[in-house]
C-alpha cells in the first residue's frame, strides 16, 4: 500500500447536531478532530435544530448532493396560540390569540388530526423572511433583520409522512417526512393559520436523511473516540451498482466509455434500466468504489469518480483484504486528537 493512502480521510460521519449551533461549525468540529482536508454536509440545520448531520469528509463530498436531494424526517414541537416573526421560538411574537373556541380547547387532539389531511402530498408553501435563501445575492434573514420584508413567491413542496404524536392544548408534537425545500416553521405556521389561532415551532428534531438515521449517529464528543467511520459509498446505497473487471476499471479511470454489455454478463433488470450506476473494481475477493457513471444508450459516462490517486490506489491494491483497508479508517487519525 503507498504510504500517501495513509493521509487520506475520506467517508462519512454521522453525528446528533447538538442545539445552539450551526452546522458548519458542527462539520468544523468533527473535520478537525479526523485532521480532513475537506469537510461538507448533506443538509443544514438550523441552530436551533437539533439530529442528524452527515459529514462528508474529503472524497465524500463529491457525493453529499446525492443525499441533498433526498427526503427527510422530523420531530417537531409546536406551541399554538401565538405566532412569531421567525416561524419559531427564538422570533419575536407578532400575535397572540385571546379568545380560542371552546371546541379548539377541549378536542385539541381531534381539531389537529382534522387538518393533517389538507397538508399532506404536494402543497404550496411560503418560505420565511428568516431563511438563508438569497435574494441579490443576499440571504432573507439578513433583510429581516434590517427589518426589510418582502412577499414572497409560493413554493412546492411534498409531504409524504404527518403524524401527530401528542396534543395537549396548546402544546403538540408531530412526525413529517417531506422533501428537499421544505420548511417545517412554515408547515407549523400554516397549521395554526388553518385552526384560526397561530403557531410556531419551538423544537425541531431530524430523524433522517434518505436511507440514513439518528440510530447510527454520533455525538461531537464521540467523534474523537470512533475507531472508523463510513465508506464513501454509503450516501448513495440507493444506486444500482455494477462490478468491472480490472481491464474495464482501467480505461474507466482514464475517461473512456464503455459499453453495457461489456461491462456485464447477467445483470438485474435495476442495472440495465439505470440511468446512474456505482462502479466498483474487482480484482479476486476484494470490490472497491469507484465513483459514479451515467448510462446513456447503453454506454458508461465517467460522471463523479474519486480523484486519481484514489483510483490508482484502488486498482493496485484492491486484492488487500478489506479488513487491513485503511483508506477509510480514521483510528490512525485520532491517536493523538481531542477537542
Given at each position: 500500500?503507498?504510504?500517501?493512502?495513509l493521509r487520506?480521510?475520506?467517508?462519512?460521519i454521522?453525528i446528533?447536531?447538538?442545539?445552539g449551533?450551526?452546522s458548519?461549525k458542527?462539520?468544523?468540529m468533527?473535520?478537525?478532530?479526523v485532521?480532513?482536508?475537506?469537510a461538507g454536509h448533506?443538509g443544514t440545520?438550523?441552530?436551533?435544530a437539533?439530529?442528524l448531520?452527515?459529514?462528508?469528509?474529503g472524497?465524500?463530498?463529491?457525493?453529499?448532493q446525492?443525499?441533498f436531494?433526498a427526503d427527510?424526517?422530523y420531530?417537531?414541537?409546536?406551541?399554538?396560540?401565538v405566532?412569531t416573526?421567525?416561524?419559531?421560538s427564538?422570533?419575536k411574537?407578532i400575535?397572540?390569540t385571546?379568545?380560542f373556541?371552546?371546541?379548539?380547547?377541549?378536542h385539541?387532539?381531534?381539531?389537529l388530526?382534522?387538518?393533517?389531511p389538507?397538508?399532506?402530498?404536494k402543497i404550496?408553501?411560503?418560505?420565511p423572511?428568516?431563511?438563508?435563501i438569497?435574494r441579490d445575492?443576499?440571504p432573507?434573514y439578513a433583510y429581516?433583520?434590517?427589518g426589510?420584508?418582502f412577499?414572497?413567491?409560493a413554493?412546492?413542496v411534498t409531504?409524504?409522512h404527518l403524524?401527530?404524536?401528542s396534543?395537549i392544548?396548546p402544546?403538540?408534537?408531530m412526525?413529517?417526512?417531506?422533501?428537499?425545500?421544505?420548511?417545517i416553521r412554515?408547515?407549523?405556521?400554516d397549521?395554526?393559520?388553518a385552526l384560526?389561532c397561530?403557531?410556531?415551532?419551538?423544537?425541531?428534531?431530524?430523524?433522517?436523511?434518505?436511507?440514513?438515521?439518528?440510530?447510527?449517529a454520533?455525538s461531537?464528543?464521540q467523534v474523537?473516540?470512533?475507531q472508523?467511520?463510513m465508506?464513501?459509498?454509503s450516501?448513495i446505497?440507493?444506486?444500482?451498482a455494477?462490478v468491472l473487471?480490472?481491464?474495464?476499471?482501467?480505461?474507466?479511470k482514464?475517461?473512456?466509455?464503455i459499453h453495457l454489455r461489456?461491462?456485464?454478463v447477467?445483470?438485474a433488470?435495476d442495472?440495465l434500466n439505470?440511468?446512474i450506476l456505482?462502479?466498483?473494481h474487482?480484482?479476486?475477493?476484494?470490490?472497491q468504489?469507484?465513483?459514479?457513471?451515467?448510462?446513456?444508450?447503453e454506454?458508461?459516462?465517467?460522471?463523479?469518480l474519486?480523484a486519481t490517486?484514489?483510483?490508482e490506489?484502488?486498482l493496485?491494491?484492491?486484492f488487500?483484504?478489506?479488513?487491513?483497508?485503511?483508506?477509510t479508517?480514521?483510528k490512525?487519525?485520532?491517536q493523538?486528537s481531542h477537542f
Amino acid at each position: 500500500m503507498r504510504n500517501d493512502a495513509l493521509r487520506w480521510t475520506d467517508g462519512v460521519i454521522l453525528i446528533d447536531k447538538p442545539r445552539g449551533i450551526s452546522s458548519q461549525k458542527a462539520v468544523t468540529m468533527v473535520k478537525h478532530a479526523v485532521h480532513a482536508d475537506k469537510a461538507g454536509h448533506t443538509g443544514t440545520l438550523d441552530p436551533i435544530a437539533t439530529g442528524l448531520l452527515a459529514v462528508c469528509l474529503g472524497e465524500a463530498t463529491k457525493y453529499s448532493q446525492d443525499l441533498f436531494n433526498a427526503d427527510k424526517t422530523y420531530i417537531a414541537t409546536m406551541l399554538f396560540g401565538v405566532k412569531t416573526d421567525s416561524g419559531d421560538s427564538e422570533g419575536k411574537v407578532i400575535a397572540r390569540t385571546q379568545d380560542f373556541p371552546p371546541l379548539l380547547l377541549d378536542h385539541f387532539d381531534a381539531q389537529l388530526q382534522n387538518i393533517v389531511p389538507r397538508f399532506l402530498g404536494k402543497i404550496s408553501q411560503v418560505p420565511p423572511m428568516y431563511s438563508a435563501i438569497k435574494r441579490d445575492g443576499k440571504p432573507l434573514y439578513a433583510y429581516a433583520r434590517e427589518g426589510e420584508m418582502f412577499d414572497l413567491e409560493a413554493r412546492e413542496v411534498t409531504i409524504t409522512h404527518l403524524e401527530i404524536l401528542s396534543a395537549i392544548w396548546p402544546v403538540a408534537v408531530m412526525k413529517v417526512s417531506c422533501s428537499k425545500g421544505t420548511y417545517i416553521r412554515s408547515l407549523i405556521n400554516d397549521m395554526g393559520d388553518a385552526l384560526a389561532c397561530g403557531a410556531h415551532m419551538t423544537e425541531l428534531r431530524r430523524t433522517q436523511i434518505g436511507h440514513l438515521k439518528i440510530e447510527d449517529a454520533h455525538s461531537i464528543e464521540q467523534v474523537a473516540q470512533l475507531q472508523e467511520m463510513m465508506e464513501v459509498d454509503s450516501l448513495i446505497t440507493h444506486v444500482p451498482a455494477l462490478v468491472l473487471e480490472h481491464h474495464l476499471a482501467l480505461r474507466l479511470k482514464m475517461g473512456q466509455r464503455i459499453h453495457l454489455r461489456d461491462a456485464i454478463v447477467d445483470a438485474a433488470p435495476d442495472i440495465l434500466n439505470a440511468p446512474i450506476l456505482r462502479i466498483y473494481h474487482l480484482q479476486e475477493t476484494s470490490r472497491q468504489f469507484m465513483g459514479l457513471v451515467d448510462v446513456k444508450n447503453e454506454v458508461l459516462h465517467p460522471k463523479r469518480l474519486l480523484a486519481t490517486d484514489r483510483l490508482e490506489h484502488v486498482l493496485e491494491q484492491s486484492f488487500i483484504p478489506h479488513s487491513l483497508m485503511i483508506d477509510t479508517s480514521i483510528k490512525h487519525h485520532l491517536q493523538n486528537s481531542h477537542f
